[in-house]
């Protein structure tokens, strides 16, 4: 029979202020650059005011957890909402041939402009009363603008810098 040894490595003790630094300063480096661009907004920011600072890389990380039912990739078809590629400029509830968009959303009217998926963002139900889409909305305007921005980048002519205007 082989006996095996256990060594227990004994770390030297480290002080609560240590350990809390070291996580405070691992979360920091973990964090996106959100508190700096919260700032530089101001105290009252306009919906320009947080596209000007939106970060399209964190939007498509934040797009995760659209990802559950949306597609984002052009022709990668949809899931149990409409694919999502191209979808800046475009009229509501047209993105897809083969989704069957709800009356709510196709009664709308209008095109995808940032300033209505800011506000379909927020709270869908509120958006387009009756919709399907299940998802309570991203209640920070950063965060929306974010995910906007990134919208934007999965355009067919690259990023959209014109879209019609419209009302929210």
Not at 40 to 68: H, K
Not at 85 to 99: I, Q, T, W
Not at 121 to 137: E, I, Q
């Amino acid at each position: 029979m082989i006996e095996r040894e256990t060594r227990l490595v004994r770390l030297p003790s480290l002080g609560l202020r240590t350990v809390l630094l070291a996580l405070a300063l691992l979360v920091t480096a973990c964090s996106d650059d959100g508190q700096e661009r919260r700032r530089s907004l101001g105290d009252s920011p306009s919906f320009d005011d947080f596209m000007r600072v939106a970060d399209a890389g964190r939007g498509a990380r934040l797009f995760g957890q659209c990802a559950a039912c949306h597609t984002v990739r052009m022709g990668a078809g949809d899931r149990n909402g409409p694919g999502l590629s191209d979808v800046v400029g475009k009229p509501l509830a047209s993105n897809s041939r083969r989704f069957g968009y709800t009356g709510a959303l196709r009664s709308a009217g209008g095109v995808w402009t940032p300033e209505r998926l800011d506000a379909w963002l927020a709270a869908p139900a509120t958006f387009a009363p009756g919709t399907s889409m299940s998802f309570r909305g991203l209640q920070d305007p950063l965060d929306r603008a974010d995910v906007i921005a990134y919208l934007q980048t999965q355009s067919v002519d690259g990023p959209s810098t014109t879209v019609p205007p419209s009302q929210p």
